[in-house]
């Protein structure tokens, strides 16, 4: 496997020439979402300027040839997380459209009713938790989770009182987006299996960042996002296993999704068609396409191994500094490039604001996670967040941007 | 250009709030919470507005504002307090392009700054439509005021 060229790797992301407030950008925030390559850009102006045309309907030039691009782009998003067929792709708008696609059909799919349970976590995006509770609500099904130990690590202490043969689905994060823990959800899967549950994650944090292979992982269903992948925004993808697709009713009615509608009924078509209802993100599936052949051409291993030297220079980086909490593992191991901190005695925004001034960008916050907050009795948190093209250089100025708010507020 | 929005003045009441705290008796209370970034405010007012308690968590922004509420609008006439109410939120919205009135406002000018801001134009504001509503459910009659 050959190292990163981080240099070669930011040539290709015009975004990074860029100043702030007359520093040069240090992108911290690609947890938020991910900056964007030339190869990517090209692509989507290529789609438009040269095959626009609407898919899977027009028998002329044009249409079959954004057809054949729009389908190239889910087999190239199927083979990037090993997936057994590109129709096991479901494309979607985001993590959230994907997460609430199974959520919506489960109801009925799995025949959901009062006693049984949900299972999902403290450390959820709420992406992965709203849809459960609404899906809870609906249903009359009960609602479970797993806490989060004081280093940030999924507590499995009651797995087995936690997922039981009433347990339905198991629904987890893989990547914490706000204290960057990878979850080993291998115990979880072998008990939900056990059960008979399903088991669905959440991997918008770690499909971008680390090879997958959804057999290795062992989930029936996954969700992620192309814009933190490399992608533009307004594409994500469901991946499910065959046969549990097959199963699911349609979740949007409309254009494309339909085998034959009369006035009276209509039948469905066949997955991933019957999910993706009306015109698609054509482009956009064209753009997380290229994405997928960029980061495939780094290779995924070393652009993990790349974010886990961040992530150290980081981690020992912001705990030389007097004043500096961080939350999540201390470690890099079993952590992703994501870290989150508190600055004694300054409130997140403010830290943010600051950082800015000197073209540091950083998120603040509750990073749309509030219960891992309140788990770790703070409002909000300062999130640095790395990505292929991040320097240590990068996370020098982070940290004299961190001095001069101590400095600032002193 | 960041120093003017953490002023001197704001960093001071940040760090030393002026009667900050929820006290009884009150007429009226609101609480107004920021959802994106999970800033809150208490504000009780009494009917005369001789009291305006508050208590709240969140950046130097809306908490500094708080207590600069307290001191500019406590014991004053309703329908002044709704002059400076209605002030303080026209130079919050003016996008930095409003002279402010250092009579009217005090050290509420120093929030100027923040003007220029946008994202943090609600921080600043937190606190005063919170007082608003508190106003309003205490039956302060003058302190009509738009936003």
């Given amino acids: 496997m050959s190292s990163l060229d981080v240099v070669k790797v930011r040539a290709d992301f015009p975004i990074l020439q860029r100043e702030i ?35 899977s309907r027009s028998v002329h030039t044009l249409g079959t040839e954004a057809t054949t691009a ?43 009713r009062p006693g049984d349970e949900i299972v999902v976590s403290e450390m959820e995006h709420h992406s992965n938790l709203v849809p459960w509770q609404l899906l809870c609500q609906r249903t009359g099904a009960t609602l479970r989770w797993f806490g989060i130990t004081d280093d940030g690590r999924l507590d499995e202490s009651r797995l087995h009182e936690l997922v039981n043969e009433r347990t339905k689905l ?39 960042h680390l090879p997958t292979s959804v057999a290795g992982l062992g989930a029936d269903f996954i969700a992620f996002t192309g814009h933190k992948m490399l992608g533009p925004t307004g594409i994500g993808a469901l991946w499910g296993r065959a046969e549990l697709l097959d199963r699911m009713p349609p979740f949007l009615g409309g254009g494309s999704m339909i085998e034959t509608v009369t006035m009276e009924k209509t039948t469905f078509a066949p997955p991933p068609a019957r999910f993706e209802a009306g015109t698609p993100p054509i482009a956009q599936a064209i753009g997380l396409g290229a994405a997928v052949d ?24 912001l705990a030389d500094i007097p004043g500096v909490r961080v939350f999540g593992p201390a470690t890099p191991e079993g ?36 219960p891992v907050c309140a788990r770790f009795g703070v409002a909000a948190m300062t999130r640095a967040s790395f990505y292929l093209y991040t320097t240590t250089e990068e996370i020098d100025a982070l940290a004299r941007g961190v001095e001069h708010v101590r400095r600032v507020f002193g | 250009m960041i120093e003017q929005l953490y002023q001197e003045i704001i960093l001071d009441h940040y760090k030393h709030p002026r009667g900050r705290g929820l006290r009884e008796p009150y007429a009226g209370e609101a609480h107004h919470v920021n959802p994106t970034c999970g800033d809150e405010v208490t504000i009780r007012v009494t009917a005369d507005l001789s009291d305006i308690s508050y208590d709240g968590l969140g950046c130097s922004i809306s908490q500094a ?6 001191e500019l609008l406590t014991g004053v006439p309703p329908g ?26 005090g050290d509420a000018v120093a929030f100027a700054g923040v003007a220029k801001y946008p994202a943090r134009v609600k921080c600043a504001l937190l606190p005063w439509m919170a007082f608003k509503d508190a106003a309003a459910r205490a039956g302060v009659g003058a302190t009509e005021v738009t936003a």
């Fill in chain 1, 21 to 55: 407030n007359g520093h040069p950008l240090v992108y911290l925030d690609s947890a938020n979402t991910s900056q964007k390559p030339r190869q990517v850009l090209d692509a989507m102006r290529d789609q438009y300027e040269r095959h626009n045309a609407n898919v």
């Fill in chain 1, 70 to 112: 729009y389908e190239g782009a889910r087999a190239k998003v199927a083979a990037f997380i090993g997936a057994a067929s590109p129709d096991e792709i479901v494309f979607t708008k985001n993590s959230s459209e994907a997460i609430n696609l199974l959520a919506y059909t489960s109801a009925e799919f799995l025949s959901l």
């Fill in chain 1, 170 to 208: 198991v629904s987890l994060v893989h990547v914490s987006n706000i204290l960057g823990t990878i979850n080993d959800v291998s115990r979880i899967v072998a008990r939900a299996r056990e059960v008979g549950a399903l088991v669905m994650l959440d991997c918008s944090q770690s499909v971008p």
């Fill in chain 1, 294 to 317: 960029y980061l495939s051409a780094l290779d995924m291993r070393a652009v993990h191994r790349h974010e886990q030297e961040i992530t150290g220079y980081a981690l020992k980086t």
């Fill in chain 1, 335 to 370: 952590r992703g490039g994501t870290v989150s901190f508190a600055v004694d005695g300054v409130h997140p925004h403010d830290v943010g604001q600051i950082l800015d001034d000197l073209g540091v960008e950083v998120r603040v916050g509750h990073h749309c996670a509030r």
């Fill in chain 2, 65 to 70: 504002s708080a207590s600069v509420l307290h």
């Fill in chain 2, 80 to 105: 002044e307090a709704a002059r400076i109410h209605a002030a303080f939120v026209e130079l919050m919205q003016g996008r930095g392009q409003i002279e402010p009135d250092e009579e009217l406002l």
